[in-house]
């Protein structure tokens, strides 16, 4: 009879393995713990904004609640009256409209949106802890899954996208990124594929953020059907799968009128010719290719020039990107200006330390991957290049547009949690105490280390930019850092541009249209009756030319541009960061002058109003 060669597992250990393994009362006991932990955002929902998109979103829903067809994505009080609908979509207002209606069963409105805005990004954690498990399990075994879901609850940069009050749509989106490349690492079948092309279309349909986890998994699949002839099936399953759930997600979120019109900024005519093209390209190919790998490439290569193809025919102009409709004035007044946008260099340039703590886990993420790839079985593991291609890529694009740097976080932890479940299990291999591995490997890749020592290096410096840098790496730059003291009123907290109880004054006043600055727009819109001129959402193009030269141009030209677009009051907030060009109507008004034409109102705190002398009544529909 041989030996027993098995390694030993201390009794102790051994009773803790069923903690580490995968585990649904862990999985459940961290979400609620991250529930509980963002308990104390309950005070400031709803008076409190972070983020122009969080706001957007709240008007969108609250429209669609008060009747706003299902089709109709226009917003009659953002630069009316606007010729083009908002590119988001109604599969993230519609969740939270349903939350609003089953909690005002049970509670006053304002108290039934304030649940809405506080289950709905807990609610898209789920799948998102649920798709990191997934990856991180399937490449790096079981002993991934305590490292993937510890991490990522406690990763600030990821699980910020998940606090009460963030209901922009990069929490679901990151969820059905991870989701994706979970499926993409299991051996894929028929079910698999299905299920893959229905998460794309999903994507797709809720924005175009993540088109480059679209064209990495479709590429999967791809060259899936060039080097291995048994996938061939699953391929072209996939195809037809992709292309019907692509136009019928067209179907029922764009209204016939639309469904031939090309958009470069959100599904479109464009996006489903591509989907269809490619798609039903692939299941041809998979039939009429014959079985070499040359002939596979050669029809690949015949589909892709055709879907690209088509892809152009509704809107050429898309072929330069998703901004590929914006004017260049556009991009000059206003895009190249968006902090979200920008590169990573000008975020380090402000705040260094969260800058250099936005990199540490996709560095890890890399170093993971590299640690990973050097085994043979994990270079053919299915899934395995596309988590690391969506990894590295995103990494490389945050670094050129920071708010990409928020999937690239998300999408290293579970590279990062299967490197340290392969190396858990190679240490229970050569006798060593598995939850010492697994527990150091939590602690040598969790942000507090590098945070300690950046606080070790210069504490005050630390401390001074934690008061003024966004968690989200994205927000609109309108807050000074007294603006973020915390004070015993949760309403006179946060960014004092985007409190709701700063524009009470503006509320009391009858409906008109506003000129502000760009990022008050949404902040104006959520917190009062009014129509806005300009709003930071490129569609509006028209506004955001228009609201520019009603601020920065000399005071007779902007007062007539007011006048052509029947504006009726001015607004400011003090506290947001200057783009008032000297010498322009805002700088002048800022700097104390008296404006014939504009008479003074009053406002709240930092919110500043004048009203348009002689104004015609306004009309908001």
Partial sequence: ?????????????????????????????????????????????????????????????????????????????????????????????????????????????????????????????????????LLATRLGGRWAFLPAVYLFTTLPQSIGQFVPGRIDHHNIQIALTLVL???????????????????????????????????????????????????????????VALAAATAGVAAVTLPPSEWLVGACDALSANYVALAVVGGLGLAAVVRLSGRTVAARAIGVGIVAVAAVAAFAVPQPRCLAGPFGEIWPEVRTIWLAHVSEVSPWTTFFGNHHAAALLALA??????????????????????????????????????????????????????????????????AVGRGRSLVVAVLVGILITHPVLPEMALEQLSPQAWIDEEKTADTTMGAAPVEASAANATTADPAESGPACYRTRAYRGLANLPAGLVAADIDLGPAILVSTHHAVVAAPYHRMQRGIVDGDAMLNRPPAEALARMAARGVTLVVDCTAAKSRAREGGLMARLRAGETIAGLEPVGGDGDVRIWRVVGAPAFTVR
């Fill in 361 to 426: 886990m996709p560095v890890l993420g890399v170093a993971a991957a590299i640690v990973l790839a050097r085994r043979v079985e994990m270079r053919r593991a299915p899934g395995f290049w596309p988590a690391v291609a969506a990894a590295v890529v995103t990494f490389a694009i945050g670094l050129f547009q920071l708010r990409t740097l928020i999937y690239a976080n998300a999408l290293a932890v579970p590279l990062v949690a299967a490197a340290i479940g392969v190396l858990a299990t190679e």
């Fill in 181 to 239: 490349l979970g499926v993409l690492a299991g051996p894929l079948g028929r079910g698999r594929a299905i299920a893959a092309a229905a998460t794309m279309a999903a994507m797709t349909a809720i924005g175009l953020e993540t088109l480059p986890f679209l064209v990495i998994a479709a590429l999967a699949f791809v060259l899936r059907l060039i080097v291995e002839e048994n996938a061939a099936d699953e391929v072209a399953v996939f195809g």
């Fill in 1 to 133: 009879m041989p030996a027993d060669t098995s390694p030993t597992v201390p009794p102790a250990a051994s009773s803790l393995e069923r903690w580490f393994r995968p585990n649904a009362l862990v999985f459940l006991g961290l979400w609620l713990f991250v529930a509980v932990h963002f308990a104390s955002n309950w005070t400031t929902l709803g008076l409190v904004f972070r983020d122009t998109d969080d706001m957007m979103r709240l008007v969108e829903v609250r429209d669609f609640l008060a009747g706003q067809g299902w089709f109709d994505l226009h917003q009659y009080r953002l630069d009316p009256v606007a010729e083009r609908p908002m590119h988001w979509s109604r599969f993230v207002d519609w969740p939270m409209a349903a939350i609003v209606r089953l909690a005002g069963l049970f509670v006053a409105a304002p108290v039934a949106e304030k649940v809405a805005m506080f289950v709905w990004p807990l609610l898209t954690l789920l799948p998102a802890m649920a798709g990191v498990v």
